[in-house]
């Protein structure tokens, strides 16, 4: 059987599926592509076991067939050879595949297309319908601030939730929580469920510059992404999200605006004077003036500056990990930020000042040492 395909159209195709496959997977034939041709549609699928990506294009074929194809060896093939159309050769029998180009030709050794792992089946799933816009913002606010730690796994993903016409996505690494409420769903769906972080990654890559429909399916075990032709099932996470609503403050009166790109700027600055373990830097509010400083006793380094804030409250000094603040900074759109406070050993809360967007990010203060 052969095919022909476009160089440039199938490597986008395949970028958007490879980042799922594994560096060192448990299952050899995950380093593959899965291959197959039905009525001149060419679907690729690769997966982890955890996550399957899916995605469909229009090849001029004269059959049918699937087959395992290496993908590092295809795309390093593919993309050091120019654009220009390419034939693809299969033969079913040998597991063997022979790409034809205007330059030469390149024999690939093959695996058989029944030992790749089935696509999971989402069986009495329900549906909902949102656009790759609101998923693309939902999971660039809160991504950044998913855990590591394999000791918490429902901290490792994004917390899905839908109620009342209301979705709200969440994340926590237990220093920082980070909620981003949207509130135009238009079907009524009640339904909480957690999308591991690597799948949220594969996902955000994928996603279209346009804002196209997205549907999303899911039952008690696996949820499914897809739009256009690009189709990503996953399994969720199995355990239950802390409740990050009675973890938000609600008596966080003391209010400090400050410009946001004045605030990441000195941080950057002061981060080089921190504590390498800690990155703790100071924050002393007096007035319309913020006093920002850090130290590393260890080498006796220091660094002190002073930035204009419009200020509602009491004074205050509050230590926070500058490393986890500027993350949360770059991750937000605004010209201003508001810090809402309440005491030294209290979390604090970021928002953007002025918003369309309804994100929420909450910090934990280190504690100070005139505090402790």
Do not use: W
Request: glycine share 4%; proline share 4%; aromatic share 8%.
């Amino acid at each position: 059987m052969k095919f022909l395909v476009n160089t440039n159209t199938l490597l986008k195709h395949l970028g958007s599926v490879q980042g799922v496959i594994p560096s060192n997977p448990l299952v050899p034939i995950l380093e593959n592509f899965l291959f197959d041709i039905r009525n001149g549609l060419l679907s690729v699928t690769a997966s982890d076991l955890q996550t399957t990506v899916i995605t469909q294009l229009a090849v001029n074929a004269d059959g049918e067939g699937s087959i395992c194809i290496p993908a590092k060896m295809l795309t390093d093939t593919l993309k050091n050879l120019p654009e220009q159309p390419v034939t693809f050769h299969i033969d079913f029998n040998t597991y063997s595949l022979e790409i034809v180009s205007d330059n030469g030709r390149y024999k690939i050794a093959c695996e058989n297309a029944s030992d790749f792992p089935k696509v999971p089946e989402l069986h009495k799933a329900e549906s909902l319908e949102v656009s790759t816009q609101l998923i693309s913002l939902a999971i660039n606010y809160t991504l950044f601030a998913t855990s590591t730690d394999e000791m918490k796994p429902a901290l490792n993903g994004i917390l899905f939730k839908f109620q009342k016409g209301i979705a709200n996505f969440v994340s926590s690494d237990s220093h920082r929580l980070i909620r981003y409420r949207y509130e135009g769903i238009s079907q009524d769906v009640e339904a909480s469920f957690i999308v591991h972080r690597k799948a949220m990654q594969i996902l955000r890559n994928a996603l279209p510059s346009e804002n196209v429909v997205l549907v999303m399916e899911f039952n008690a075990s696996n949820a499914m992404f897809s739009f256009g032709n690009y189709k990503m099932i996953c399994r969720l996470i199995d355990e239950r999200f802390p409740d990050y609503e009675n973890v938000i403050p609600l008596k966080n009166n003391n209010l400090i605006t400050i410009d946001r790109q004045e605030l990441i700027g000195c941080l950057k600055r002061l981060n080089i004077y921190a504590n390498k373990t800690t990155n703790q830097v100071r924050f002393k509010i007096s007035g319309n003036e913020m006093q920002v400083s850090a130290e590393d006793l260890d080498f006796s380094n220091e660094a002190i500056e002073r930035l204009f804030c419009e200020h509602d409250g009491p004074e205050i000094e509050i230590g926070f990990n500058a490393k986890f603040l500027l993350e949360m900074l770059n991750n937000l759109h605004s010209t201003s930020v508001t810090f809402r406070l309440s005491e030294p050993s209290r979390a604090g809360i970021v928002v953007p000042s002025k918003s369309e967007d309804d994100v929420l990010m909450l910090i934990m203060p280190i504690m100070l040492h005139n505090y402790a």
